[in-house]
């Protein structure tokens, strides 16, 4: 068994003493002895994935650098794609009330006065409308 | 004698602290208010100098070997030579804890007295917050974790440390004391620390004023603009000390990286997730006065996660809920944390109807909604960051199982989030103010997606293992097309304005719009760092090998031959160097390294790598192991590709801060007069 393959299982599985210390990095003696385990069981014909659901079921879920997707430590996984569509949700919900009242449909004339000094784009290509933007900074600057 | 005068003044900043205080409450109602307004900005202004003398105070009790102080004993001997002993002042946590509040009363008594005249509404709430925050630091060294601690025989014989000798002691001496742990020994450990804590520290000033503007129910832009540059300068402290701190993990750690997503990193790295979100979303209000709400809570945000990180990083509190109970100012910094949360917010929502938005959203394409979303994406950044880890406290409190939240969790929930968070790095600058045309936008934005994907695809075809790094090197290649293309649009505008060479109007176009460009800058950093993220996140190689003399090992193109091992002179008398004389041979001719480890007297050891870096990789070599009779090395050889563009990243990074946040006299000037023609248009 190379050093790499042993390094390879180890780097998944945590040092059973410090905190937050991955297995193949550390040299505490308990850590040599878990990479010695982990050689024995490679040697003895035990694939990485084996070795991994051992130290699991003997040590419990403190030992793995990714925390499991199931029981308590699914919230881990859960809350992120709940923050995510949360983060949606609101930005949808703050867009909407920054938006003004909308304008009505048979009153075009009636831009808000603001607006005059940007003006829309109207599609006028690409330069023009970089053009006014950058002079409008330049001038901002003067 | 020299310690009691450290204890006085440190006595007497509290005292000062508590007076600004008392006295700025009191001038709203009393009449003279000018003249307690002016006691108490006195007041404030005073700690600095009291806490300098206490914090030179502790400086020469460690220079001098006063070892009847219990502070010099833990982390000053005999041995330690003379820098260390000076940096020691901030090498342990009492000393720590006073070396952060002097730093704040610094930053606190500048701020007074450089706006006192400028912030006539604001000026007396920003001396009553100051105070208060120095008041209970102040409080905290004082009375849970005093570095002035002396030793003392109590009569049945023991020794305990205590300010105020027991009923029946006698003062006692220790003969020497133990010195700094080995792994603080390091340059990088000496200035990274300095660098986080006024970044940390910094963020006081933006907080006193947010809170301020609240109390005096000003919801105008005041605070934002007297405080731009402050949260800009505390801002690149932060960065700096996050940059440093990653510097000194990657040279010291011997792990082959630079960053671990361990808890007191994390710490550290989640106020600076919202401090980023603030300095981006701080230029909505000041360009259109809005996002006003969201603004003060960005800053209450960062500025509890100081609180929360300094405390983090002080007491141990994740690496073991028990060493938090242990801890004596657990409890005194959660309740201060919980309050200035509390207290804070809840003056927030009473406030709200003040900070209504001048202005309203034109349309969903416009630079305000980008910048928007930028700021959802670092906000969510946060949360991801604090979830995993806070989860491991709360899994120990509340289901007794303590679950380890390793790196792979951070890759697969960070890792989604800077994608989109990079592509709109790049796109955003291009989107106008209020209302801008999507055909226009993509006209600009086709010609770098095409170079990007081009770009993508020659890496693909050189070497495209990673579907996940080519999706990276795109997104870094489109923004970074941009940015650079917005660079050479600018210049070629001023090129045909005025007829200047490219390189002059390159210069004048920074100096000109020092903050738009200096931003930018800081962009194309972000690029450069990137790259080094991904290349050695995804093309890292790493063996280890235990060779005979004479045996070679061949690693990404390197051939290492392991010809004996030596002892090194050391400096340190109190260990020893051995290394592992190694033949190098990559490509050209073969060169001597010697990866060597450290071992003290009392048992640690340090594994340094010796690094050989390129443009192109890193070559880190450790010594992890070795038979004493010379026999056998082991080693253990990272190659990481690209890295030293993330050093490299940092650099550009600190210049175009810098350029942004300068104050020269021109760009002050230019502010005013932007926020004038704001407010008249408003």
């Not at chain 2, 027991?166 to 340059?187: E, T």
């Not at chain 2, 073991?320 to 917010?345: D, E, M, N, Q, Y």
């Amino acid at each position: 068994m190379t050093d790499d393959q042993v390094n390879a299982v180890a780097k998944q599985l945590n040092c059973p003493v410090c905190e937050n210390i991955p297995l193949d990095v550390c040299d505490t003696q308990a850590c040599v002895q878990w990479r010695d385990l982990i050689r024995q069981k490679l040697a003895a014909g035990e694939t990485p994935e084996q070795i991994m659901v051992y130290f699991h079921e003997t040590y419990g879920d403190r030992v793995l650098q990714e925390p499991p997707r199931r029981g308590l430590s699914s919230v881990l996984w859960v809350l992120p794609l709940l923050g995510v569509a949360a983060a949606g949700v609101i930005l949808w919900l703050a867009l909407r009330s920054m938006a003004p009242v909308p304008a009505v449909a048979s009153d075009p004339p009636d831009q808000d006065h603001r607006a005059g000094e940007d003006g829309a784009p109207s599609g006028n290509g690409v330069l023009e409308d970089y053009r006014r933007r950058l002079e409008r900074e330049l001038e901002e600057i003067r | 004698m020299i310690p009691d005068i450290g204890l006085i003044t440190l006595i007497l900043s509290g005292v000062c602290a508590l007076f600004a205080l008392a006295a700025s409450a009191g001038a709203r109602a009393s009449r003279p208010a000018e003249r307690w307004a002016q006691a108490g900005r006195n007041a404030v202004v005073a700690v600095a100098p009291l806490l300098t003398l206490s914090a030179l105070a502790l400086v020469y009790a460690n220079l001098s070997g006063d070892y009847s102080l219990e502070y010099t004993t833990q982390v000053s001997s005999r041995a330690t030579p003379t820098v260390l002993k000076i940096t020691a002042l901030w090498g342990g946590q009492n000393g720590s804890l006073l070396f952060w509040v002097w730093l704040m009363s610094l930053f606190s008594a500048g701020v007074l007295l450089i706006k006192w005249d400028e912030d006539r509404e604001l000026r007396l709430y920003v001396t009553g917050i100051l105070a208060a925050v120095l008041l209970f630091f102040t409080g905290l060294v004082l009375v849970y974790a005093n570095p002035f601690a002396r030793w003392w025989q109590l009569p049945d014989g023991h020794i305990s440390a205590a300010v105020l000798p027991p009923a029946g002691s006698l003062p006692f001496a220790a003969a020497d004391g133990y010195g700094l742990a080995a792994l603080l020994r390091h340059p990088g450990m000496i200035i990274h620390p300095p660098f986080l804590y006024l970044g940390f520290v910094g963020f006081v000033v933006p907080f006193a004023y947010a809170m301020a503007a609240l109390l005096a129910g000003r919801s105008g832009d005041t605070w934002l603009r007297a405080t731009r540059r402050w949260t800009l300068a505390a801002w690149l402290f932060l960065s700096l000390g996050l940059l440093l701190g990653a510097r000194w993990a990657y040279d010291v750690l011997g792990w082959g990286g630079y960053w671990g997503w361990d808890p007191v990193e994390n710490a550290a790295l989640m106020p600076w997730l919202s401090a980023t979100a603030f300095v981006h979303s701080a230029i909505i209000q000041e360009k259109r006065g809005m996002l006003k709400t969201w603004n003060v809570f960005l800053i209450i945000l960062t500025f509890c996660q100081v609180i929360l990180g300094t405390f983090i990083t002080r007491t141990g509190v994740i690496a073991s809920v028990h060493s938090f109970a242990r801890s004596s100012i657990g409890a005194p910094f959660l309740a201060f944390t919980a309050i200035t949360l509390l207290g804070s917010i809840s003056l927030l929502l009473a406030r709200l109807e003040d900070l209504r938005s001048d202005n309203k959203l034109d349309k969903l394409l416009s630079r305000e909604a980008a910048f928007l979303l930028q700021n959802v994406l670092f906000v969510l950044l946060n949360f991801v960051v604090a979830l995993g880890t806070y989860f491991p406290i709360l899994s120990d409190l509340v289901a007794n199982n303590k679950i380890t939240v390793g790196p792979p969790y951070y890759y697969q929930t960070v890792g989604p989030l800077l994608v989109p968070l990079l592509l709109l790095m790049g796109i955003a600058p291009l989107v106008s103010w209020r209302s801008a045309s999507l055909p226009a936008l993509l006209r600009l934005l086709w010609p770098p997606a095409l170079a990007a994907l081009l770009l993508t695809a020659g890496i693909f075809v050189l070497d495209g293992k990673n579907g996940f790094a080519l999706l990276g090197f795109g997104v870094l290649a489109f923004s970074g097309l941009i940015t650079l293309a917005e660079y050479a649009r600018g210049a070629r505008a001023r090129h045909t304005l005025s007829a200047e060479s490219y390189p002059l109007a390159l210069w004048h176009l920074l100096g000109r719009n020092r903050r738009r460009y200096g931003a930018y800058l800081v962009h194309t950093a972000v690029i450069l760092m990137g790259m080094g993220i991904i290349g050695t996140h995804f093309y890292q190689v790493e063996t280890q090998r235990t060779l005979a003399p004479g045996q070679s090992l061949v690693v990404g193109g390197h051939s290492l031959r392991f010809e004996r091992l030596e002892l090194l002179p050391s400096a340190e008398t109190d260990k020893q160097v051995l290394a592992a004389r190694l033949s190098l041979t990559s490509g050209g001719n073969p060169r001597i390294i010697r990866p060597f480890q450290e071992l003290y007297d009392n048992g640690e050891r340090i594994t340094p790598p010796v690094l050989v870096s390129t443009l192109k990789e890193d070559l880190y070599v450790l010594l992890i192991g070795w038979e004493s009779d010379g026999s056998s090395a082991t080693l253990k050889v990272f190659v990481n590709p690209l890295i030293n563009w993330l050093w490299i990243g940092s650099l550009v990074f600190v210049v175009g801060t810098l350029a942004a946040a300068w104050p020269g006299r021109g760009a002050v000037k230019a502010e005013r007069r932007a926020w004038r023609a704001r407010e008249a248009e408003g």
